[in-house]
């Protein structure tokens, strides 16, 4: 390994408090050394604290700035930034909230925070050129329906919670009604919107599994023969750009 190697995982080392050997390095004709890697210290956990808060606001409004703030600081130095970019720091976090002593009467807490990461990551895919092709659904042959597949669009994320998550979220975030019953599993799709929003939009039972065989390249014959109720949902997921494209399999 470089000297230049070694000095960065020995700063490192020094930031997460892990020990202070980086302390010899450091020179300052103002400050000890060990004021000047508190600095650098407290400065980090500060920027990376400020991105969890920018992917959990719903968290961070729920739980107070000071809870949100202690319980970021023992994220930040259990699972420290590996990368140069803070785009993906913060996966986990959900977990993290879930596993605390002091979130034991909140139960929702994590999978709201894992909510609000499925929002961050639909806020990155690509936005879906594609529309519904009626007109090819059309020109399918009665004899290869068994083999039609439907697309949804590549721009949507599925989510599922034992918790009413959407209903937290926007309580928490969007003045929503106050959620006085935990006991409400959501089925969600995350969709992006032509000005780049994420919208959730909450779907039955029967519709989510059918928009999940599909995103699984299940045929359509299939799914209905496995939930024939299923063909009521078929004409909203299309008009929702839910579904996009069709394709035949072999």
């Known amino acids: 390994m ?51 808060a920018g ?11 000071v809870f949100f703030a202690a319980a970021a600081r023992g994220f930040v130095l259990a699972e420290p930034l590996r990368e140069g ?3 993906h720091y913060g996966e986990g976090f959900g977990d993290w909230l879930a ?8 139960p929702w807490l994590g999978e709201l925070a894992r909510f609000e990461w499925a929002l961050d990551r639909a806020a990155l895919l690509a936005p879906e050129p594609r529309r519904w092709p009626a007109e090819r659904l059309a020109a ?28 937290l979220w926007q309580m928490a975030l969007h003045q929503g009604a106050t959620v006085t019953e935990l006991d409400a599993p959501c089925h969600l799709v995350l969709k992006k919107q032509r000005d780049h929003r994420v919208m959730p939009f909450p779907l039955d039972l029967a519709a989510w599994r059918l928009l999940l065989g599909c995103q699984q390249g299940a045929p359509l014959a299939r799914l209905l023969a496995q939930t024939p109720s299923a063909v009521e949902h078929l004409t909203p997921l299309i008009t929702l750009d839910l579904l996009v494209d069709l394709e035949l399999m072999p």
Not at 55 to 65: F, L, R
Not at 154 to 167: I, T
């Open 85 to 87: 970019s803070v785009m």
């Open 2 to 52: 470089s000297e230049l190697a070694q000095l960065q995982q020995a700063f490192a080392r020094g930031l997460l408090g892990e020990d202070d050997a980086i302390l010899a390095q450091i020179h300052s004709s103002f400050l000890p050394a060990e004021s000047v890697l508190r600095v650098y210290r407290n400065h980090f956990i500060l920027s990376l604290t400020e991105v969890l």
């Open 140 to 167: 399918v042959p009665p004899e290869r329906w068994e083999q039609l597949v439907l697309l949804p669009a590549g721009d949507l994320l599925l989510f599922e919670s034992s918790y009413p998550v959407l209903a």
């Open 55 to 65: 992917s959990y606001p719903a968290v961070k409004a729920m739980v107070g700035e």
């Open 99 to 106: 596993q605390l002593p002091t979130t034991v009467t909140l």
